[in-house]
Every structure is written in structure tokens, then in C-alpha cells.
């Protein structure tokens, strides 16, 4: 079976290599500003150039630093490298050839991979002077695109069909080449459809949490690899990373997210977009793994994301980082749990990891709770068990009266899973009290061992369809 041809856009930064990215991917992926550095993580999407399928490797601006961010974005740039088919290397047309281009090629002379070189920025007749400078590159003829506006892209399609001519695809593909992993498949994916758990399909997971708080950290922990950079400075990450991973033979999409602070405090474009990316990856979640400082929990910020995280129908693991550092252990474990269930009451039962990067301390147990959750938020329950567990749970508690008229519940059915979703008739639907509606999710969940996993519940009015019809 062929494989789609890896295509990895490298350059020095504020080229328009995530404008091209987005350009092929067909739809807006990768954060695009002004500024340099924007892009930090090397990200992967399907993409289409003419009539050919690719898989896209957007890359961090290549800086030859010798310490700081900058050389984990070189590493990660370096990476994509290797498991391209196919270089675009990208250069700024209006600035012409810098001697930062000129050191970038040699890596990849170095590199061993087929090179294309487009100049970029070349609208009009703006980029003239740059595309007679890149001749003297040596890496054959340049070719004059324009990402932002589409130019240049058949001239850079036919040589791209050049250059594959002698790329052998049939070969096994590169680490991480799996197309399962590609961004922009989300759209494709709709986490809420009532639908059969297919074991064959990715389990996707969001990795979400405030600032610095060890998300890419855990990570590449996870998966056993430098995959994300990690490091001391706080909003590293800015994309949401989609990054495929295989465990106990279940294929695993895990999305590293940028932190969440306060709506207040976000004053940065760039940070906007970097939330709104990272709200796009709880959607398509199915399970979120909210990591939380344990030396300062639940904060508000922390009970907001959780609180999205509900409002989205998501399973939620809490996950409690740097638990080396807690004393007492314990007990402190005890207090977290009824803080955590005090604030977030409908999300009863959520696992709770403590997790240490330094030890490696629970990281093992996390994807088993991972799985469990899963089985529950896909959970169904048989009518008949429903409406027995109804029966019971109305003779201890029957629903009150208001304005002197008892509320009847009639029936009970679960109309989907993903999370599980119940619809209860009653007489009176419209003045049920939520105190009421409250004690039913809470047997729901105790009854049917629903931990953790958002339960919906609507209430409406109407007659009993399994009741024997009077005869007339």
C-alpha cells in the first residue's frame, strides 16, 4: 500500500512557512502572525496540492542558536527532516538570501532529503531581486510562489511531481508518518454521534490545563519520545499537537494544548488564538486529561476548564503534576477529592492521578483510567434496568408536589451515549426542581457506575407509550 508523501516546509523564521501549511492544508491549522517564532512545535495535516494527497510537516523557524528555545525548535525541526520525503525550503523573496539561508542549506545538503526552494512573497514583481538570488544557492531553480495568495502553486506542484518521480513510497513510512495523526481530520469526527465504539478508530484525548503546569511534559512521557517541546518558560506551546501513539495495541490521538489563563488577562492576539485552538481540541476530545499544580489546586481557572470540559460532554481526568513535592500524601489526596466534588458536583467520581515527572509516579495508571472512562462515557443501559431503577428510586423519594400538584415521573429511556444521555417523561416536566433532576443523575451514576462521565438528563412531558391503552 502507498503512502501519502511526506512534505515538510522548513525556513528561517517569518518566511510564510505556516501560511503555505494552511495553504495546502486547505483550512486555517497553524496560528499565522506577523512576528517571528509563532510556530514552536513542528505539526503534521493532510494536505492536497493539485491532484495529490500529502501529508503536510509544518516546521519552527530555523535559528542557529547555540542555547535557549531555540535549539529544542531546531531539534524539532531537524526531526521533521528526517522523516520527510520531501523539502520545501522556503525563503523570504522581498528580503532576498540571508546568511541565515545559506548555513539552512547546507543542513539540508547534509539532510539528504530532495529540496525544492521556493521564494515566497514574490506577488507582483516584488520578489525579483530574491528569486536571482536564490540561484546562487545551489539547489536548482527557484520557484516564485506567493502563499498568502495562492501564486506560484502549479509551478509548484509540477515539481513536486519531478522530485517524487524518485521517491520510493512503497517502503515502510517514517516515524510518526501514521495519517491517522494528521490534523484537520477532526472536522471529519464528531464526538457526539450515536454510533458504536470502534476499537479501530483513534482514542482521542486533550491534554489541557492553566500555563507551565506540565502538559508537554506529560506528553512525551506518555509517549516515550521528545515528540513536543518542554521546557521552564512559561506558554511554550501555542498550537494544539495532535500526536499519534499505540497502547496495549489501541491507536491513541493525544493533543497537546496550550495553557488557559484567565479570559481577563489574555491581552495577546496570539494568545486568543492559542485558547481558541486549545478549545477546538476539547470539543473533538472524547476523554480531557486536566492537569493541575497539586502544590496549588483547583484554582479558579482550573474549575473553569473543567467546567468546559462538562459543558462539552467530555469525560475528565483530573491529573495532579509535581506530587513529588506534597507532604502528607494521604491525607492531602483526601482533601483534593472533596474540594474538587464540592465545586464540581457534576462531574462526581472523576479519577484523580497524582503524577510526578521527576519519579515517573503514576504516570502508568493514567491510561488505564483513560480506558475505563471511556467505557463509561460510551455506556447504554437497557430501558427495562432504567425504569426499575426509576420505580425505586421515585417510592424513596417520590418528586415533590408544587402548587399543591405532584410531579409524576412516567418513564425513562436512554436516547444516546457519548456521554450518556437520558430523557425522562413526567407530568409537570416543566417544574421538576433541579434539586430533583440533581438526586436522579446522582443514582444514575451510583446505580449504573457512571463515575466521572457527564450524564445528560432531559425532562418532558408526555404519556407513558408502554402503558396498556384503555379500551373504549
Known amino acids: 500500500m502507498r503512502r501519502l508523501p511526506a512534505l515538510a516546509i522548513v525556513g528561517r523564521p517569518n518566511v510564510g512557512k505556516s501560511t503555505l501549511f494552511n495553504r495546502l492544508a486547505g483550512k486555517p491549522l497553524a496560528i499565522v502572525d506577523d512576528r517571528p517564532g509563532i510556530t514552536r512545535d513542528r505539526r503534521e495535516a493532510r494536505g492536497r496540492l493539485g491532484d495529490l494527497d500529502l501529508r503536510l510537516i509544518d516546521t519552527a523557524g530555523y535559528e542557529d542558536a547555540a542555547t535557549g528555545i531555540e535549539v529544542r525548535m531546531r531539534a524539532q525541526?531537524?526531526?521533521?527532516?528526517?522523516?520527510?520525503?520531501?523539502?520545501?525550503?522556503?525563503?523570504d523573496g522581498r528580503e532576498g538570501v540571508t546568511a541565515l539561508d545559506l548555513r539552512f542549506a547546507d543542513v539540508l545538503r547534509k539532510a539528504g532529503r530532495p529540496v525544492i526552494l521556493a521564494v515566497n512573497k514574490c506577488e507582483g514583481a516584488r520578489g525579483d531581486a530574491g528569486i536571482n538570488e536564490a540561484w546562487s544557492m545551489g539547489l536548482g531553480e527557484p520557484v516564485p510562489v506567493s502563499a498568502a495568495h495562492g501564486e506560484g502553486m502549479s509551478d509548484l506542484f509540477q515539481r513536486l511531481i519531478a522530485v517524487l518521480a524518485d521517491v520510493n513510497l512503497d517502503t515502510a513510512p517514517a516515524p510518526g508518518a501514521d495519517a491517522g495523526a494528521l490534523a484537520g481530520e477532526d472536522e471529519a469526527f464528531d464526538p457526539d454521534a450515536e454510533s458504536e465504539p470502534d476499537d479501530s478508530a483513534p482514542l482521542r484525548i486533550a491534554v489541557v490545563g492553566r500555563p507551565n503546569v506540565g502538559k508537554s511534559t506529560l506528553v512525551n512521557a506518555l509517549i516515550g519520545e521528545e515528540?513536543?517541546?518542554?521546557g521552564p518558560e512559561s506558554g511554550l506551546t501555542r498550537d494544539a499537537i495532535a500526536v499519534e501513539w499505540e497502547w496495549e495495541g489501541r491507536r491513541v490521538r493525544l493533543h497537546d494544548t496550550a495553557g488557559l489563563r484567565k479570559r481577563g488577562?489574555?491581552?495577546d492576539r496570539i494568545e486568543r488564538m492559542s485558547a481558541a485552538d486549545t478549545l477546538r481540541a476539547i470539543k473533538f476530545a472524547e476523554i480531557v486529561l486536566l492537569l493541575v499544580d497539586a502544590e496549588r489546586p483547583f484554582e479558579k481557572q482550573d474549575l473553569t476548564i473543567a467546567d468546559r470540559v462538562e459543558t462539552e460532554g467530555r469525560g475528565l481526568i483530573v491529573v495532579l503534576t509535581k506530587w513529588d513535592l506534597v507532604t502528607d500524601k494521604q491525607a492531602r489526596l483526601a482533601e483534593m477529592r472533596e474540594a474538587f466534588e464540592h465545586h464540581l458536583p457534576q462531574v462526581k467520581g472523576a479519577p484523580l492521578i497524582p503524577v510526578s515527572a521527576v519519579t515517573g509516579r503514576g504516570l502508568d495508571q493514567i491510561m488505564p483510567a483513560v480506558a475505563a472512562l471511556h467505557r463509561n462515557w460510551c455506556a447504554k443501559v437497557k430501558t427495562r434496568d432504567l425504569n426499575d431503577w426509576l420505580g425505586e428510586m421515585t417510592q424513596r423519594h417520590p418528586p415533590p408536589a408544587v402548587d399543591g400538584r405532584r410531579v409524576k415521573a412516567r418513564y425513562m429511556a436512554q436516547t444516546k451515549a457519548r456521554p450518556p444521555t437520558f430523557v425522562l417523561m413526567a407530568s409537570r416536566a416543566s417544574h421538576l426542581p433541579e434539586s430533583y433532576k440533581?438526586?436522579?443523575?446522582n443514582?444514575?451514576?451510583?446505580?449504573?457506575?457512571?463515575?466521572?462521565?457527564?450524564?445528560r438528563l432531559i425532562v418532558k412531558a408526555g404519556a407513558n407509550p408502554y402503558a396498556k391503552k384503555s379500551k373504549h
Do not use: H, M, N, S
Not at 521533521?80 to 525550503?89: E, G, K, M, P, R
Not at 515528540?227 to 518542554?230: E, L, N, P, S
Open 77 to 91: 525541526t531537524e526531526r521533521a527532516l528526517q522523516d520527510a520525503d520531501v523539502c520545501i525550503f522556503l525563503i
Open 443 to 455: 443514582g444514575l451514576r451510583e446505580a449504573f457506575d457512571l463515575p466521572g462521565v457527564p450524564i
Open 438 to 441: 440533581r438526586y436522579l443523575v
Open 265 to 267: 488577562k489574555v491581552d
Open 227 to 230: 515528540r513536543v517541546i518542554t
